[in-house]
Nanobody, 117 residues
Framework: QVQLAESGGGLVQAGSSLQLSCVGS????????MGWFRRREREFIGAISW?????YYADFVKGRFSISRENSKSTVYLQMNDLKPEDTAVYYC?????????????WGPGTQVTVSS
């Protein structure tokens, strides 16, 4: 199982941008599709395939958030623009095996994002 660790959270003002990173270790990172969630009952934000193609997003973040990855660095990113106070949450990355399928089997501990108005 891959172990995950998020970073990059913090306190920002509304309208600002923030990039979160999630580094994987302990397994071959490119064997996993990666997703981002935030704590509102693990609200799904978006995901990206193991190859980096075809990221997809929840409707509420389209046009503001984007996901990318660098397998050479075992890292997936969540770029967040035009942040709103309602984006305040703990943000998590998660991994899903691209070969075995199944659900999101590995989770990071999360990073807090706070957006002030």
């Amino acid at each position: 199982q891959v172990q995950l660790a998020e970073s990059g959270g913090g306190l920002v003002q509304a309208g600002s941008s923030l990039q979160l990173s999630c580094v994987g270790s302990g397994a071959t990172f490119s064997n996993y599709n990666m997703g981002w969630f935030r704590r509102r009952e693990r609200e799904f934000i978006g995901a990206i395939s193991w190859s980096g193609n075809n990221p997809y997003y929840a409707d509420f973040v389209k046009g503001r958030f984007s996901i990318s990855r660098e397998n050479s660095k075992s890292t997936v990113y969540l770029q967040m623009n035009d942040l709103k106070p309602e984006d305040t949450a703990v943000y998590y990355c998660a991994a899903q095996s691209s070969t075995a399928g199944g659900g999101w089997s590995s989770w990071g501990p999360g990073t807090q994002v706070t957006v002030s108005s």
